[in-house]
């Protein structure tokens, strides 16, 4: 069974870091694009990060590309994305999604990522 299992979220104080897991089962993430999104309270879905394994290329959303890092393992099968310097706006419930021909087609359950003094 096709599955992608989040992991790593918790709580953090501003300024620290935290590295979020995405594994996936029945598939291999080199065949596909992979994106991180957040969805913070009240407010709508965010994207965050795409790693294009096919095209081999990454790429991050402004508000964290100085801070953030998508990376993947392959032979664990485990994407990745190290974040550091939190800030409380970065609070919000962390999602790996498979994209296939263009569309989210897997989901994660998500892990949630608070940042609190």
């Known amino acids: 069974q096709v599955q992608l299992v989040e992991s790593g979220g918790g709580l953090v104080q501003p300024g620290g870091s935290l590295r979020l897991s995405c594994t996936a089962s029945e598939f291999a993430f080199e065949n596909y694009i992979m994106i991180w999104v957040r969805q913070a309270p009240g407010k709508g879905l965010e994207w965050v990060s795409t790693m294009d394994s096919v095209a081999g290329k990454r790429t991050l959303a402004e508000s964290v590309k100085d801070r953030f890092t998508i990376s993947i393992d392959n032979a664990k099968n485990t994407m990745y994305l190290q974040m550091n310097d939190l800030k409380f706006d970065d609070t919000a419930m962390y999602s790996c999604?498979?994209?296939?021909?263009?569309?989210?087609?897997?989901w994660g359950q998500g892990t949630q990522v608070t940042v609190s003094s």
């Open positions: 999604v498979r994209i296939h021909d263009y569309f989210p087609d897997k």
